[in-house]
């Protein structure tokens, strides 16, 4: 109960903020000025929301790179597909339940104004249970698993706040293949 009076929290001050966010122009593809680096992120996260490790807290930070490649504000679809931005990553749980280091690859679609969708796609390692022998931590099957989110989000300056909900599994490759899915907030700093 108390992770949803968090994330509740956390939605509804990014909610608070799109309203400053009204008539600001985006720059969405933020060339950075760090040279290689893009984008510095910060969350919190719902651990596994309605399953066995439930009820407790991960905090995440990321880097995220420059994308493959000249992205300008005006680029198509297509050349957003092409030149995505490669990210590392490390969520540590709160409570002693799945953490994880994570790397892929990351594209920014923006929707209207500085309001954006992003997805991601890419790898995990994590230190959680393989097999089915702890009653409140998932059998994920192996330690390597494929790893996925989605986010909304919105620009302001230099900042890049975001509602995220990531996914992990091994696709079935393993004997045990729960995954998690944690739901959260996330702000970022461009370079």
């Known amino acids: 109960m108390k992770n949803a009076a968090l994330v509740s929290a956390l939605l509804l001050s ?3 903020g799109a309203a400053v966010a009204a008539d600001y122009n985006s720059g969405f593809s933020s060339p950075g000025s760090l040279g290689f680096l893009s984008e510095l992120r910060m969350g919190v996260m719902s651990h596994d929301v309605a399953r066995r490790e439930e009820g407790s807290v991960d905090l995440q930070a990321e880097v995220l790179f420059n994308a493959f490649g000249d992205l300008s504000d005006d680029a198509t ?3 957003r597909i092409i030149t995505p931005r490669p990210h590392l990553g490390a969520s540590v749980n709160t409570d002693g339940k799945t953490s994880y ?3 892929g690859f990351s594209w920014l679609f923006p929707v209207y104004g500085p309001v954006f969708i992003e997805a991601s796609f890419g790898g995990m390692v994590h230190d959680g249970k393989l097999g089915n022998s702890s009653p ?3 059998p994920l099957g192996t330690r390597a698993l ?3 989110t989605a986010s909304l989000g919105f620009d302001y300056d230099r900042m890049r706040f975001m509602v995220t909900v990531e996914h992990s599994s091994n696709a079935g ?3 045990w293949n729960h995954g998690l899915t944690n739901v959260g907030a996330r702000v970022g700093y461009k370079f």
Do not use: I, K, T
Request: net charge negative; glycine share 16%; no cysteine.
């Open 14 to 16: 990014v909610s608070a």
């Open 77 to 79: 679809f297509w050349q």
């Open 101 to 103: 280091g994570y790397g």
């Open 136 to 138: 409140d931590h998932e």
């Open 146 to 148: 494929f790893r996925e």
């Open 173 to 175: 490759l393993g004997n």
